[in-house]
Nanobody, 124 residues
Framework: QVQLVESGGRLVQAGDSLNLSCAAP????????MGWFRQSPGKVREFVAT????????YYSNSVKGRFTISRDNMKNTVTLQMNSLKPEDTAVYYC?????????????????WGRGTQVTVSG
């Protein structure tokens, strides 16, 4: 059974940096594109960033472009979201997702597997 496990979420101050990780031990990891999404109370799940299986392609939402960086380590089956210059509006539960294939998508409906999420709270 495929499990995605996020970690790294916590309470931080505005302007701080935070690193989220997602472990995917049950996947043939390099054959899956990975994505990060987030959801705040009362809002729909929002795309944050995605990276291709090979790591050659990335794509970001406009709201995080230039502040967040997605990367992956296919030897360790992990994907990371480096978040800099955090803002209170970045507060959300952050989810890791996996999609079979190398292509990258921002639509959450294209993803096959999801983690349970990790809470990021940015106080301002």
């Amino acid at each position: 059974q495929v499990q995605l496990v996020e970690s790294g979420g916590r309470l931080v101050q505005a302007g701080d940096s935070l690193n989220l990780s997602c472990a995917a031990p049950g996947l043939i990891f390099s054959t899956y594109a990975m994505g990060w999404f987030r959801q705040s109370p009362g809002k729909v799940r929002e795309f944050v960033a995605t990276i291709s299986g090979t790591g050659d392609s990335t794509y970001y939402s406009n709201s995080v472009k230039g502040r967040f960086t997605i990367s992956r380590d296919n030897m360790k089956n992990t994907v990371t979201l480096q978040m800099n210059s955090l803002k209170p509006e970045d507060t959300a539960v952050y989810y890791c997702a996996a999609r079979a294939g190398n292509a990258i998508y921002s639509d959450p409906r294209n993803y096959n597997y999801w983690g349970r999420g990790t809470q990021v709270t940015v106080s301002g």
